[in-house]
């Protein structure tokens, strides 16, 4: 009887790990679909120019440098000083108005880089509302004028937009403390302002460095704030390379750099978020907080509206009263526009979320070192640029296209062309790149909340590993794929520059039209395709919101 017991306990051992192979191997390719563009674009120095490098680096690199630096400077502290006292506030102190702002600070979330670049010049420029009544209202010259276009400008652009990351996460942390210890530091000795900075705010630090991560990542990866700005960073330099001078290896060259800026900011942000850990108390959330009265109160109100209104409020009815002047605009084309928008974001959705479950589901219950590493790199294509990604697909499609025709030169004599250089496909290969990293948080969650008791009865009731995937894991995962899902069709109907870069002949999106129009000083009818992707944009702030709330 024992030996009989046995032998089933080894045949279905022997058949799980035979089960196993094919999620390990899955996410092994998914991870080299990732890495092979990066790969690509660091072997773009076989082709080194020395004469072109000369030139580059004699004019173009110095400036890019330098500009690049201000940006990551400038939006770090600016998303510092107004994340985390306006997390600080809504979550620990009581004052009027809080209880609106404390979700209202997360709708710039909605609000692309790119579109506030623009309302932001066009309220601001030479012939805009401000230059224009200033002039009429204290008797100025007609020349008069004053330059918004400089690195002020799109530093505070790019902090007004990117401020929630560091808001939402040290607002965490912070109510993760619960108001216990910052009493606890007072009842010690501590005033307020030394409760805050010896105690809070280091224990915070983690999320804190977290969202600032975030928020970096998304500065270096922006293209089309800064070219509304003509301000030229590395993404704009790819962009002039490809275009303006066609010379793709010199774009991947410039990419390379960018993707090593990238990697160097990754590192730095995991070493000290490995340092910043910190045991959070064990009674969660904030039972009683500090209520502020008169100036103090005034001022708490006063700042969190202040960001809101130049965040988010007034922009968006600048927007609106826009869009209502263009209006005569709407015709069939922006039809073709959202359907082109909207059904690239759905395959990307789709092609995205399959791949995020594989991933999660492969290192849940098969999580060996490879595994674990695929992860690892999966998830690294987030904190890459668009354009970086671009160029590395482009030039990976390129080679593989070229190697195609030539063996189908060979075999039939006939010349096939470029296949899938310039296609749909080359668009997709970015977006899933780079927002692999989107789809896997809500789907990992929501594969941790299954118990692994669950799986063990189906395999025990004899369902083999698919069976148990297709009747358990989805009908369960089916909110989070849902999420998942929803978040990569916004990401991919806002992304600009890989889809500026490798779109189709004809497949122009509302983010490329805001390009053009932007492109050419029409701020009034880029308002109308910049209200529709705003309408996108805040079904997702609303999800995080309400999980934010719960």
Known sequence: MTGLAVRPSIAQGQAMRSDDRPWRWSARLLAISVLV?????????????PQVWSHLGSTVLPRLLLNTTSLIVGVGVGTLLLGVPLAWLTV?????????????????????AYVLAFVFVGVLDFAGPVQSGARALFGLPPAWSFEVRNTFGVIAVMTLVLYPYVYMLARVSFTGQGQSTYEAARSLGLGPWAAFFRVSLPMARPGIVAGLSLALMEALADFGAVSVFNFDTFTTAI???????????????????????????????????????????????????????????????????????????APVVRLASWAWGAAEDLDGRYLDLFLHTLSLGAMAGILTVAAAFVLAYAHR????????????????????PGSVLAVGVMLSLTWFDN??????????????????SGTVIALLMAYFARFLAVAYGPVESSLERIRPSMRDAARSLGAGQWET?????????????????????????????????????????????????????EWERAALPAVGLLLVGLVPVVLLVRKSGR
């Not at 219950?365 to 890459?384: E, K, Q, W």
């Not at 990569?488 to 004809?506: S, Y």
């Open 92 to 112: 620990m102190c009581e004052f009027p108005g809080r209880r609106i702002l404390d979700w209202a600070l997360m709708l710039p979330f909605a609000l692309p």
């Open 469 to 521: 995937v297709w009747r358990v894991y989805l009908p369960m995962l089916r909110p989070g794929l849902l999420t998942a899902g929803l978040l990569v069709l916004v990401d991919v109907m806002k992304e600009m520059p890989a889809t500026l870069l490798l779109r189709p002949f004809g497949w122009d999106t509302l983010a490329v039209r805001i390009f053009e129009l932007t492109s050419e000083g």
């Open 403 to 420: 190697r195609m025709a030539d063996g189908m030169e060979w075999l039939t004599g006939r010349d096939i062309g470029l296949v899938l």
């Open 365 to 384: 219950y098969h999580g060996d070192y490879s595994t674990a590493l695929s992860v690892r790199v999966g998830m690294l294509g987030y904190a890459l």
């Open 37 to 49: 563009p990066l790969a690509v674009i660091l072997g773009s120095w076989l082709y080194f120019d």
């Open 239 to 313: 962009y002039k390379a490809w275009f303006g001078f066609f010379d793709l290896h010199s774009a991947a060259q410039l990419a390379s750099i960018l993707l090593t800026i990238v990697l160097v900011a990754m590192l730095v942000e995991r070493h000290f978020r490995d340092r910043a850990r910190f045991t959070e108390s064990g009674r969660n959330g904030v039972q009683r907080r500090i209520r502020l009265t008169g100036r103090l109160a005034l001022g708490a109100s006063a700042f969190g509206w202040g960001v809101f209104v130049l965040a988010f409020a």
